[in-house]
């Protein structure tokens, strides 16, 4: 139930002298965005400070800034909390934000390329899947 | 709005701002608008004696008890906010430009104290409303809040969240923030709303690192430094938990949320196992409850508007967006048609109306005694519109794939379906089952091979089994023992092969042995005895004849095969059927009767 999720993130970070909590947020185009959750409403509209959106390829990742985020909430996946603590205590390797770019273009093409020899051998097969233009991206 | 500002001198107190009788404000017809008069009105009295007015008030405003906004907050966390949430003294520290906005929000944690003596918590009481209706201290809050007037068990005017535009009729709007004592009126636990399990412990967690490493924050984010922070208020918080608590109660908890029910009581079960055996302390699982609160109106949430076309989805803070009604108009296709499909179709609209018939069960197994005949009754009824949808008809063995019946039986749910009808229908209803099971078992399990899903119904029709008489066992083993049209084996031989057959063959034949043993009278029909004894040497016979490795181990190898065997069979065949059988031999050989 994401309402219980909802309340978690509300209810700590409840005063001043606490430090603020990063949240994780994925949204529903594959978008990873990090940040610091200011406001949230019944809908799950976010309201993220000093944004940061993550893209991970393989084992690395990069951090593009983005500065402020509202997010409308039909479009969140699933929002949480970050650990201070052990964020940066990961396997991941951070890179550039050119090379992450680099690496995600190269990836994508890949992709495509496989999806079209798929497509092509379903076509030899006489199938024909419809291009799912409104499902979610990932 | 002006004259609000008037009245709040007279008491003397500029923390207090007295409810009147305005026009509805911007907040009360908008739910968006959270506070219309920010950098508005404040901006006119703007002035030295103003903030000199807000000063004392801060001043005088003590560290609060934890009554104004903790409703929410688990004594855990509360320990862990320390001195709730008043930013009195670092208001200070701000701007005195910005102090009436501040003010404006940090309105609530003052105002509980204007209402007479400041409460304790205590636990809510059934007998007083906590607010006469004379009562009218009070004042306007930024929030669409109304108070709930009557006491607890019946909120009479309950809680309302009014969220849209609000007709200008309504009563007068007293407008409060939801102070503790408001808070209630909620049908809360004395210990208020729980968290989460694991929200609890990661809290739990925290405040104690929290504690021990107060010392050396992190220098990037010290207060002062992140003025953002407190963009959302305890209030607004609060506001949206409730929101969503409100979203989250139903009526049927274990229907609407049967995950997390089942769940939940999958860790009850585990925690007291351990606390069994560990003999730890008793913990118990901390359960998030949600307050009751009555949705005061009941909306459409689908309108139509006469002469148009479609509809106008209205959404309102307890649907969000509700998609518009798409029904279902296809009709039934008798004719044409996937047979397939339709069978599909059938299972899921009777296990619909199965899901029904366990939740009166349900029902009737929390009430008293007196009201279960009324529900027994609504049971047998519901029940018995299932079985009469089962179409259970005879049919011979060329039908048996046009079969209404054996179709459903055939997919996994059906199965499903019928073991779970099996224990609320009737005597007779259920032994039609078994027999119609039995007469096509080789069909059954033919079909099954690659599912394996017949054990699903090996429970209820052994406890069936257990209950039956002689003659009506003897009436269920003649369809394994009657050879099949074009099949070379008996169905009864078929059945070594398959798990489900082998152990309902046990199982009835156990029941016979244990029937005979007992001290009932048989009331056997004229022949029984005679087929009972002809089945019993024909499964002796094709036990013995039939390979080892060809038999199938039983879901459930019944004690008294034996003794039953003993009393018709020499003891060479006995040991033999012993050992194939695998059945764990008799107490001595001295004790046998044969």
Same mark, same amino acid.
């Given at each position: 139930?994401?309402?219980?999720?909802?309340?978690?993130?509300?209810?700590?970070?409840?005063?001043?002298?606490?430090?603020? $909590?990063?949240?994780?947020?994925?949204?529903?185009?594959?978008?990873?965005?990090?940040?610091?959750?200011?406001?949230?409403?019944?809908?799950?509209?976010?309201?993220?400070?000093?944004?940061?959106?993550?893209?991970?390829?393989?084992? %690395?990742?990069?951090?593009?800034?983005?500065?402020?985020?509202?997010?409308?909430?039909?479009?969140?996946?699933?929002?949480?909390?970050?650990?201070? $603590?052990? $964020?940066?205590?990961?396997?991941?390797?951070?890179?550039?934000?050119?090379?992450?770019?680099?690496?995600?273009?190269?990836?994508?093409?890949? %992709?495509?390329?496989?999806?079209?020899? %798929?497509?092509?051998?379903? %076509?030899?097969?006489?199938?024909?899947?419809?291009?799912?233009?409104?499902?979610?991206?990932? | 709005?002006?004259?609000?500002?008037?009245?709040?001198?007279?008491? @003397?107190?500029?923390?207090? #701002?007295?409810?009147?009788?305005?026009?509805?404000? &911007?907040?009360?017809?908008?739910?968006?608008?959270?506070?219309?008069?920010?950098?508005?009105?404040?901006?006119?009295?703007?002035?030295?004696?103003?903030?000199?007015?807000?000063?004392?008030?801060?001043?005088?405003?003590?560290?609060?008890?934890?009554?104004?906004?903790?409703?929410?907050?688990?004594?855990?966390?509360? @320990?862990?906010?320390?001195?709730?949430?008043?930013?009195?003294?670092?208001?200070?520290?701000?701007?005195?430009?910005? +102090?009436?906005?501040?003010?404006?929000?940090?309105?609530?944690?003052?105002?509980?104290?204007?209402?007479?003596?400041?409460?304790?918590?205590?636990?809510?009481?059934?007998?007083?409303?906590?607010?006469?209706?004379?009562?009218?201290?009070?004042?306007?809050?930024?929030?669409?809040?109304?108070? #709930?007037?009557?006491?607890?068990?019946?909120?009479?005017?309950?809680?309302?969240?009014? +969220?849209?535009?609000?007709?200008?009729?309504?009563?007068?709007?007293?407008?409060?923030?939801?102070?503790?004592?408001?808070?209630?009126?909620?049908?809360?636990?004395?210990?208020?709303?729980?968290?989460?399990?694991?929200?609890?412990?990661?809290?739990?967690?925290?405040?104690?690192?929290?504690?021990?490493?107060?010392?050396?924050?992190?220098?990037?984010?010290?207060?002062?430094?992140?003025?953002?922070? @407190?963009?959302?208020?305890?209030?607004?918080?609060?506001?949206?938990?409730?929101?969503?608590?409100?979203?989250?109660?139903?009526?049927?908890?274990?229907?609407?949320?049967?995950?997390?029910?089942?769940?939940?009581?999958?860790?009850?079960?585990?925690?007291?196992?351990?606390?069994?055996?560990?003999?730890?302390?008793?913990?118990?699982?901390?359960?998030?409850?949600?307050?009751?609160?009555?949705?005061?109106?009941?909306?459409?949430?689908?309108?139509?508007?006469?002469?148009?076309?479609?509809?106008?989805?209205?959404?309102?803070?307890?649907?969000?967006?509700?998609?518009?009604?798409?029904?279902?108009?296809?009709?039934?296709?008798?004719?044409?048609?996937?047979?397939?499909?339709?069978?599909?179709?059938?299972?899921?609209? #009777?296990?619909?109306?199965?899901?029904?018939?366990?939740?009166?069960?349900?029902?009737?197994?929390?009430?008293?005694?007196?009201?279960?005949?009324?529900?027994?009754?609504?049971?047998?009824?519901?029940? @018995?519109?299932?079985?009469?949808?089962?179409?259970?008809?005879?049919?011979?063995?060329?039908?048996?794939?046009?079969?209404?019946?054996?179709?459903?039986?055939?997919?996994?749910?059906?199965?499903?379906?019928?073991?779970?009808?099996?224990?609320?229908?009737?005597?007779?209803?259920?032994?039609?089952?078994?027999?119609?099971?039995?007469?096509?078992?080789?069909?059954?399990?033919?079909?099954?091979?690659?599912?394996?899903?017949?054990?699903?119904?090996?429970?209820?029709?052994?406890?069936?089994?257990?209950?039956?008489?002689?003659?009506?066992?003897?009436?269920?083993?003649?369809?394994?023992?009657?050879?099949?049209?074009?099949?070379?084996?008996?169905?009864?031989?078929?059945?070594?092969?398959?798990?489900?057959?082998?152990?309902?063959?046990?199982?009835?034949?156990?029941?016979?042995?244990?029937?005979?043993?007992?001290?009932?009278?048989?009331?056997?029909?004229?022949?029984?005895?005679?087929?009972?004894?002809?089945?019993?040497? &024909?499964?002796?016979?094709? &036990?013995?004849?039939?390979?080892?490795?060809?038999?199938?181990?039983?879901?459930?190898?019944?004690?008294?095969?034996?003794?039953?065997?003993?009393?018709?069979?020499?003891?060479?065949?006995?040991?033999?059927?012993?050992?194939? #059988?695998?059945?764990?031999?008799?107490?001595?050989?001295?004790?046998?009767?044969?």
């Amino acid at each position: 139930n994401c309402k219980h999720c909802l309340i978690f993130s509300i209810t700590t970070n409840a005063d001043l002298t606490s430090l603020p $909590e990063k949240h994780l947020v994925l949204l529903r185009d594959g978008r990873t965005l990090i940040g610091y959750l200011r406001s949230i409403d019944q809908f799950a509209n976010l309201v993220l400070h000093q944004t940061v959106e993550r893209i991970h390829v393989g084992k %690395k990742y990069g951090d593009i800034p983005r500065g402020i985020f509202v997010v409308r909430g039909e479009n969140v996946v699933l929002l949480g909390e970050i650990d201070l $603590e052990k $964020e940066s205590d990961t396997p991941l390797q951070q890179v550039s934000i050119e090379e992450i770019l680099e690496e995600q273009r190269v990836e994508q093409q890949a %992709k495509q390329e496989s999806e079209k020899l %798929k497509v092509q051998a379903l %076509k030899e097969r006489g199938l024909s899947i419809p291009r799912a233009d409104t499902l979610d991206e990932y | 709005m002006l004259e609000e500002m008037e009245e709040q001198n007279d008491l @003397g107190d500029p923390a207090v #701002m007295r409810a009147v009788h305005s026009k509805p404000t &911007l907040e009360s017809l908008d739910s968006a608008v959270l506070d219309s008069r920010i950098g508005s009105t404040w901006g006119e009295f703007e002035g030295d004696d103003l903030d000199k007015a807000i000063l004392q008030a801060l001043d005088r405003a003590p560290p609060m008890s934890h009554m104004n906004l903790d409703f929410l907050v688990s004594p855990a966390q509360r @320990g862990y906010l320390g001195s709730p949430g008043l930013k009195c003294p670092d208001f200070r520290m701000m701007s005195p430009k910005s +102090f009436p906005q501040r003010f404006m929000r940090q309105q609530s944690p003052m105002m509980p104290r204007s209402m007479g003596s400041p409460r304790p918590y205590t636990p809510p009481c059934r007998a007083s409303p906590l607010f006469t209706p004379n009562q009218s201290s009070g004042y306007v809050s930024p929030t669409p809040f109304r108070p #709930m007037s009557r006491n607890i068990s019946t909120p009479t005017q309950p809680l309302a969240m009014h +969220f849209g535009p609000m007709s200008p009729s309504l009563e007068p709007p007293l407008f409060f923030s939801p102070p503790a004592s408001c808070q209630l009126k909620f049908s809360v636990p004395s210990h208020m709303t729980q968290l989460h399990p694991q929200h609890q412990r990661i809290l739990n967690q925290r405040q104690q690192r929290g504690q021990a490493r107060s010392i050396s924050p992190k220098k990037a984010w010290s207060p002062k430094a992140d003025p953002y922070s @407190g963009l959302m208020t305890r209030k607004e918080k609060d506001w949206v938990i409730k929101v969503q608590m409100m979203q989250l109660q139903s009526e049927n908890p274990h229907l609407d949320d049967y995950y997390y029910q089942a769940y939940y009581h999958r860790l009850e079960r585990k925690q007291a196992e351990e606390e069994l055996l560990g003999g730890r302390n008793k913990q118990e699982p901390p359960k998030l409850v949600t307050p009751y609160i009555q949705k005061m109106e009941i909306y459409d949430s689908v309108v139509r508007i006469a002469g148009s076309l479609g509809q106008v989805a209205v959404s309102t803070c307890y649907s969000p967006r509700r998609a518009i009604d798409a029904v279902h108009h296809a009709l039934q296709e008798e004719t044409a048609g996937n047979q397939r499909l339709r069978a599909l179709h059938r299972i899921e609209k #009777m296990f619909l109306q199965l899901l029904e018939v366990e939740e009166t069960q349900r029902k009737m197994s929390l009430l008293p005694e007196e009201q279960h005949p009324r529900f027994r009754e609504k049971k047998n009824h519901e029940a @018995g519109r299932i079985y009469q949808a089962l179409k259970i008809r005879a049919c011979d063995s060329e039908e048996e794939a046009e079969d209404e019946f054996l179709q459903v039986l055939c997919v996994r749910k059906g199965k499903k379906l019928t073991a779970r009808l099996l224990p609320h229908l009737a005597r007779e209803q259920a032994e039609e089952i078994l027999v119609a099971i039995t007469r096509h078992l080789p069909f059954l399990m033919r079909k099954d091979v690659l599912d394996e899903s017949l054990p699903v119904l090996y429970g209820p029709l052994s406890e069936m089994v257990g209950r039956m008489t002689f003659s009506e066992l003897i009436e269920v083993l003649q369809e394994l023992t009657r050879p099949l049209a074009g099949a070379t084996e008996l169905p009864l031989t078929m059945t070594f092969k398959n798990q489900f057959g082998i152990s309902l063959l046990y199982a009835l034949l156990s029941q016979g042995e244990r029937l005979l043993s007992s001290d009932v009278p048989l009331e056997p029909h004229s022949g029984d005895f005679e087929k009972w004894t002809d089945t019993v040497f &024909l499964v002796a016979r094709e &036990l013995s004849q039939v390979p080892k490795t060809a038999l199938v181990e039983p879901l459930f190898l019944p004690s008294n095969l034996l003794s039953l065997f003993c009393r018709y069979l020499d003891k060479q065949t006995i040991h033999r059927l012993e050992a194939k #059988m695998e059945c764990s031999p008799l107490p001595s050989e001295a004790a046998m009767p044969c």
